[in-house]
């Protein structure tokens, strides 16, 4: 690849103006249409006070040319995870203005859509002018601002291809991450813009809409663990195998199970890439075998084990100067590589005995009653020592032992195996069994959103996916879990979801993503036509009117219809 970020404008440029950039809803982008688009939001920012802007768009295609054209106007652009009121809040101060998706009340800024910019040609960017700020995934801790400049973005970039280009070819780009965070900002954009890759502008949600893509033609998958640890193993994937060139996973650990079971649907196990919002990619590995676990640096990084402990240092060219940064990941060379051993900040301290939450986590999997288990140290408590709580998925025995004896017992088995690993003032005050960790937007279980479920001891919401995300409109996969609160007595023989709860979660889930006034005023146009029951995958869509201060939510499912109705508001601003 022999154009840079810093000339990626001229790049685009000097490409035929009818080729194919992307798609959008099944409809050919062109690089033509892509150009006009840097060009209007260029016009629309470059005459604007303040230099930092946050940046939210859906769309892939048109973040691209807002990115694009941002840089050019000599802005710094800050990329939101999302747009809830806490995210946006934590902007307001930071930023000088909302650019793209944001509520309205932000005011933010958006071109035209059938703007006439002038066609001047914009001069090469400067290396370190300050591009971008993303923000760490909170996976350990609170989310942190990571500023990063132009340089260092472009040296990933040309290290991505320098690595993968060749087998990949001029394959499109498919992903079911987004763009708003550091790895789907590379992989799903920057890199198939500089590349001349196309691209698609919405992130695939289903399983059989990723499937249909995939077999239309030569494509590149990028994804997270989360995602392809539950890709449906009865669906054909055969024909979407034959199309792939080569298959991401990052953002988080991805079992050996997880890969290989992903090699056998897709034909290509997942190419695995580690590294961080700080430090940028830093190595990357293709299994073979379970055992096969060792990483491999990426050609540009140089890396060493520090001190006692082992932890990993890095210099490369994608940190912000030359010299060693060190990171809390514990390592042992291995195969020219290294392998991970857990994080050093990770150790906590229990009444003065040092803790290792990632061996009481690897106890946990290796019992034979857990397929996955988070050990969390719990929010202090004046007066209190401090307390660990544990987050467990059960296999089938474990489920089984859950079901059959109740949670003391399984509570009692697992204490003993971890018995063996910490002493008993170190062991678990507080147990969750789940059917799955709560993740976020990039795929991450947070630290937050684990302890977010110490609440209750009987769960109160359901497992919540995020689906589609629009102004106004959200769409959402929930699934209530057996041991839901709300099916006590309701009924025995099979449990249904009260009407009044579905509106409930209307409510709780539309304050989450809308700005609405605090007073529930009345409810009109209800319908319960379906039943709603545990462990059933359902599709909650929400839409909010901000003149009318009415929220509108539907629940369907594969089967139809379960229930609609409309939700007046008011008080308050509204």
């Known amino acids: 690849m022999s154009d840079r970020i810093e000339n990626l404008y001229a790049a685009i440029s000097a490409r035929p103006a009818d080729g194919l950039a992307g798609w959008r809803a099944g409809q050919g982008v062109d690089y033509a249409q892509l150009l006009a688009r840097v060009r209007s939001w260029h016009a629309l920012l470059n005459s604007r006070e303040g230099s930092n802007f946050a940046l939210y768009l859906e769309d892939s295609i048109e ?14 652009i800050w990329l939101s995870a999302d747009t809830l009121p806490a995210s946006c809040a934590a902007l307001r101060d930071a930023v000088d203005g909302f650019l793209g998706d944001f509520p309205a009340e932000l005011a933010p800024l958006r071109p035209a859509a059938n703007g006439t910019p002038d066609a001047a040609a914009f001069p090469a960017l400067e290396p370190d002018m300050p591009a971008l700020v993303v923000f760490t995934s909170g996976s350990t801790g609170s989310a942190q601002a990571i500023p990063k400049k132009l340089s260092q973005v472009a ?22 991450v987004s763009h708003q965070h550091i790895y789907g900002l590379l992989f ?22 990723l499937l249909a893509a995939m077999a239309a033609g030569p494509c590149m998958l990028v994804a997270s663990p989360a995602h392809l640890k539950r890709l449906p193993s009865h669906l054909d994937w055969s024909a979407a195998a034959g199309m792939l060139r080569g298959v991401f996973s990052s953002g988080g650990p991805l079992a050996a199970d997880g890969a290989l079971a992903t090699g056998a649907l897709l034909g290509q196990v997942p190419m695995e890439v580690y590294g961080s919002s700080e430090t940028g990619g830093i190595a990357w590995r293709q299994r073979r075998d379970p055992g096969d676990d060792a990483w491999q640096p990426f050609p540009t990084v140089t890396w060493r084990a520090n001190g006692e402990d082992g ?11 030359d010299n060693w940064l060190a990171l809390a990941d514990r390592i042992a060379a291995a195969d020219g590589g290294f392998r991970l051993l857990g994080r050093s900040d990770r150790i906590v301290k229990i009444e003065e005995k040092r803790v290792s939450l990632d061996a009481m986590e690897a106890a946990l999997l290796a019992c034979g009653l857990a397929v996955e288990a988070r050990v969390a140290l719990c ?17 089938t025995a474990g489920r089984a032992l859950l079901e ?41 279980v947070t630290v937050a959103a684990l302890l977010a479920l110490l609440g209750d001891e009987r769960p109160r919401f359901p497992l919540v996916r995020e689906l589609e995300r629009e102004a106004g409109r959200v769409l959402l996969e929930i699934k209530a879990p057996a041991r839901l609160l709300y099916f006590d007595g309701h009924f025995d023989v099979a449990p249904v979801l009260p009407g009044v709860v579905q509106v409930d979660w209307a409510i709780h889930y539309g304050r989450q993503y809308f700005d609405m006034p605090p007073q529930f005023k009345g409810m009109s146009q209800l319908k319960f036509q379906q039943m709603i029951g545990a462990e059933k995958p359902v599709q909650l869509e929400l839409s909010y009117d901000a003149v009318k201060h009415s929220l509108n939510f539907r629940y369907t499912s594969e089967i139809g219809p379960h229930s609609s109705g409309r939700v007046a508001l008011g008080g308050g601003n509204g």
């Open 404 to 444: 059959q004896q109740g949670k003391q017992a399984l509570n009692a088995r697992l204490r003993t195996v971890l018995a063996n690993v910490v002493d008993a003032v170190a062991l678990p005050r507080r147990w969750r069994y789940l059917e799955q960790m709560p993740v976020n937007a990039q795929g991450k």
């Open 63 to 76: 973040f691209a040319a807002a990115l694009l054209g941002a840089w050019h106007a000599g802005k710094t």
């Open 188 to 209: 799903k954009v920057l890199w198939p813009l500089a590349s001349g890759r196309a691209i698609h502008a919405a992130s695939i949600v289903y399983p059989e809409e």
């Open 379 to 395: 929010a202090p408590v004046q007066g209190e020592r401090q307390r660990l709580a544990a987050f467990v998925i059960p296999s």
């Open 311 to 321: 932890t990993l240092a890095v210099r490369s060219p994608h940190l912000p100067d």
């Open 155 to 176: 040296s990933e970039v040309e290290t991505l291809e320098a690595l993968f280009g060749a087998r990949i070819g001029d394959a499109a780009v498919l992903a079911t």
